[in-house]
């Protein structure tokens, strides 16, 4: 097993020639991270927000909760990869977790799957995602004057991801999959439960209308980034460009999104940062029936990692800190949202 520590945003800084190898040796390698912070949430389609709402036009009250990782987001509860490397020219590597570049850029999904380097140094990496789409939802988010019904969102993911395309810094992301809302009633319970809250206007929503807000879906995205170094060691510029299309059962909740996103890193020493800004455009396919208009949101967000290794002198053992918040600003009010939370942890490698 490896025991030297690395940075943690080393990784971005890999030479893209054919004599890169997936990892320093063959066999198992991997590293937990266990954090602890405080998050605050505040969206009014998040099952986190109050049960009880009393109308369907105001935008979210905030909730606060401390939490740690230790509740079962990432590998065994914990952030972390485990990678199995083997080949003679150690290009093949079977990996599950969430890897240190994801990490870095604020993507924290679990991932399981299986990369190959090519002779070129150019890496494809093929995986499932079996946790992205899993989550407690309302049964109908827009329920009024009486307590909303939690149920399961389910679905699979799954990814193929090349890097250092031809050696360069060039790559491309593609992301799959589909969810389904078990016992969705979204609008109905707006609708039937009570007629002077049944829609934005007052009106019965029809049968048509209901089924334009229904949220099974199928879904493919496609992501263009660069690595960029930058001169005299003063770090490197990750920029990506992210095409989502999100095909619902109901049109009203179908939509095309557009992401930019800056990744700066920097490594000095035993201190080793990443700072993600980003910008998206979501724009949906039908009118809402419920507001009489089409739903249009832009999303900001950013995102902060921090480590400091061989923390109080030991090899294996690093102080991590992660950051980030995201803002959501739609046209509906309902659908304003914001997010945030700082965590610090420690981080183990083997």
Known sequence: MRLSVTPLFLPL????TSAAKLAPTAGFNGEVNLLTGYYRDTNNLSTNASA???NITSK???????????????VFGLLGEVTYTFGEELNYQLFLGTSREEIAT????????????????????????PTLVSAEVWQDPYAVAEERQETDLSGTAGRIKIDHIMGTGFGLDFGFGSSQVDEDRAGFDAAYGSEDVASFDGDLLTDEELARLQRDRDYFSVKAQYLFYLPNKRGALLPSLTVVSSDADGEAQSYN???AELTYVKVHN???FALTLDGRYREYSEVNPLYGTLREDRQY??????????????????????????????????????????????????
Not at 315 to 333: E, F, K, R, Y
């Open 13 to 16: 800084f890999f030479s893209f």
């Open 52 to 54: 009880y709402q009393d």
């Open 60 to 74: 979210a009250k905030t909730n606060n909760e401390l939490h740690d990782s230790m509740d079962g987001k990432g």
């Open 106 to 129: 604020g993507s924290l999904a679990f991932e399981l799957g299986y990369k190959y380097e090519l002779g070129d140094g150019t890496t494809v990496a093929i995986s499932a995602l």
């Open 257 to 259: 999104s557009y992401k």
């Open 270 to 272: 035993q201190h080793s």
């Open 301 to 350: 967000g950013a995102f902060f990692v921090y480590e400091y290794a061989n923390v109080f002198g030991t090899q294996n053992w690093s102080l991590v800190t992660l950051t980030g918040a995201n803002v959501i600003d739609s046209n509906i009010d309902y659908y304003d949202a914001d997010f945030m939370f700082v965590s610090i942890g420690a981080n183990y490698k083997f």
